[in-house]
Every structure is written in structure tokens, then in C-alpha cells.
């Protein structure tokens, strides 16, 4: 696996992105290289929550890319621990900032000698979100002001809708989605039960993963990220990015005891 922290500046909109990036490299498995695998990898966004680091969703991220997948976290400007002013009202700008982050790291896949191996599919990616992060993946999944429609598959931590203008699920052709939501999480365990309830209402495929005592933090983050959940991110995003068949029986089987799936 290789990994780096690429600065990604959109001179129009006045931003400037940080961002770690996760790509699979040539070696052993579990070892660390920088020489860009061969062959073409789908690519799955991360949007991390309310005043977190980018870099706090390592073991969900290294995951994936051990499972064949360019993953790429931005430190949004406004509320990244990394680099941001804790300005929540920033949090409208971040869909802008996912879909641009995106491009620039698809131009650096399809760069010849580049840094990256190539994007697959690049009209068709992945986007992770927790907390705050959850509700840009949503806005940037179902909100008609924010769609971007390469999504084809999202993950919605902690999650559900608020704190973004505009219209959810009019459109065609929405992405599907998994929502994982802890019993003891401070946010309303409601929103994701209601992002699970009106997607599968407009025909989208939605999974609700309840972690029993699963907080705020853990098991998405830090050395308390679970191991289970992020298999059940790799088969979800398997069977929706890749169409492999078994992914949502590999999904269903990654979660234990601690954890239900509907």
C-alpha cells in the first residue's frame, strides 16, 4: 500500500484541500511501497466529522485499499482538526470540496508515470462519511443541490440529514446505501433509521448496521475502529461498485454478535 497528504487547490471557489491518499501499491500484501500497482482500482472518498482528523479513519481506510481500492480522506478547510477553523457553518462548502478532490485525484490516476495507479470506473465511486461527514455524504448522495452523480455508493456513519438547504431523493437513479449507527452514540439513532426508511421508500437499496454499545467515535475511528465494520464497508462497496455477487452475503456474515444488519 502506498499512501501521501496532497494539497488540492480550486483557485474558483477559494479553497485549499489537504488530503491523505491510500492507493494500492506493488508488494507483499501488508507491506508498505510507493510504486503504483498495476491495473485500475474504484476509488472511495472518506468525509470525516466536526472538528476530526482526515487521518482518523485509518483502519476503515487501510482496509479498502488492501481490498483493491484508491481511498482518499480530505481535511475540509473549514472543520478538520488538521487544518480547519472549527467553522460549522463551513459544512455546505465540503460537497463542493469532495467532488473537486475527486477530479483532481482521478487526473493524477489517468497522468502517465503519475503517483496513482489509474481510477476504474471513474464515473462511478464510493463516499464514506461520519457525523458531520455522514450528513455531507447524504447532501452529496441524495440532496438535489449537492448531487454528485458519480456517487453509486454510500456509507452514512453516525449520520442522516441536517445542516443542508435543499431537497432529499428527487431524483433518479440515487446510490446505495449503508447506515451504521452505535446504541450509545449521542446523535439521534432516528436519523439514520429515517435515511434508511424514505431511501428504501424511493426504491434505493438500504441497509441499517446497528452496533450494540458502539459509541460516537468507536468503532469508526482511531485504535478503537473496528475491524468488523470495516469488512462490512469492503463487501457493501464490493457488491455496489464492483457487482461482485457475494459482496452483501460477505457484508452480512462480516457482522458479529456486537452488531445487527436490516
Known sequence: MGTFWQTF???????????LVHYPAR????????VPADGAFPLVAMAHGYRLPAAGYERILTALT????????????????????ADRADIVH?????????????????????PLPPVLHPGRVGLIGHSDGGLTASAVAYNSRYRDERVAAV?????????????YFDGQG???????????????YSGS???VRDATAYGVPAYLLTVEGGGHIEPYMFDTASPALAAAITGFLD???????????????AVSSEATLR
Open 239 to 253: 457488491a455496489h461498485l464492483r457487482g461482485q455477487k457475494d459482496g452483501v452475503s460477505r457484508m452480512r456474515a
Open 94 to 114: 465540503q460537497p463542493g470540496d469532495l467532488s473537486f478532490v475527486i477530479d483532481q485525484v482521478v487526473a493524477l490516476g489517468s497522468t502517465p508515470g503519475g
Open 193 to 195: 433509521v429515517g435515511l
Open 174 to 188: 440515487m446510490p446505495p446505501v449503508l447506515a451504521v449507527h452505535g446504541t450509545n452514540d449521542g446523535n439521534p
Open 27 to 34: 508488494g507483499r500484501p501488508g507491506e508498505k511501497g510507493t
Open 66 to 85: 488492501e481490498a483493491g481500492y484508491i481511498t482518499i480522506a480530505p481535511a475540509f478547510p473549514g472543520t478538520s482538526a488538521e487544518s480547519g477553523n
Open 155 to 167: 456509507v452514512v456513519m453516525t449520520g442522516g440529514r441536517a445542516l443542508f438547504p435543499g431537497a
Open 9 to 19: 487547490t480550486d483557485p474558483a471557489r477559494g479553497r485549499a484541500v489537504p488530503t
